[in-house]
């Protein structure tokens, strides 16, 4: 039962943090680069199902309120956002789009995960040289509790399991990188 609480609270927070950055991106004060959302948005749908198929429960909630997040913030992007045309963007499209077909073709859990992890670095590279050049145009709270709510789901996993703990550890160390750069290195 206490795993399970870890779950549904990784997703309440991840999913409250990114509340503040999508209505920041609808008043044009963040600008979500539009690759690494629309990327993420893929991934995480696709990690869903991966998650659900290796038999993750307590921590596919955070994959569940990550879907219906970063779905909302993509489509809020393509009007709102920055970024999709440059020759970066385009080849850390393709290289993430790669990485996807790669995780789609993979049969075996840790091999598929390993290829998501893969394609959401290659995705996250533009957010992050966005966030070095220009940090006022992202909202450090949604990494904040992104990266909270990321080890509440390694937590709530609840065993030593590569498969069910690698993404959301991944995640963590991700958006902690992320909050460093925004808030420290401004």
Do not use: C
Request: glycine letters at 8%.
């Amino acid at each position: 039962m206490f795993f399970t609480i870890l779950g549904v609270l990784s997703s309440v927070i991840f999913f409250l943090g990114d509340v503040p950055y999508f209505l920041d991106t609808l008043k044009k004060k963040t600008q979500p680069h539009r690759v690494t959302w629309g990327i993420i948005f893929l991934l995480n749908s696709i990690g869903f199902a991966n998650q659900y198929a290796a038999g993750a429960r307590n921590s596919l909630w955070l994959f569940g309120a990550a879907v219906l997040a970063t779905g909302a913030i993509f489509i809020a992007s393509l009007w709102n956002g920055t970024g999709g045309s440059s020759r970066f963007d385009v080849v850390s499209l393709i290289i993430s789009l790669f990485g996807v077909s790669l995780w789609v073709v993979f049969d075996d859990p840790l091999l598929s995960i390993l290829a998501n992890l893969f394609a959401a670095s290659v995705a996250l590279a533009p957010t992050f040289m966005k966030s070095i050049n220009d940090p006022e145009s992202e909202t450090p709270s949604a990494f904040i509790f992104g990266g909270i709510s990321s080890l509440l789901a390694a937590i709530s996993v609840g065993e030593l399991d590569a498969v069910l703990l690698l993404a959301p550890i991944y995640s963590t160390v991700t958006q902690a990188a992320l909050v460093y750069i925004l808030i420290f290195k401004k």
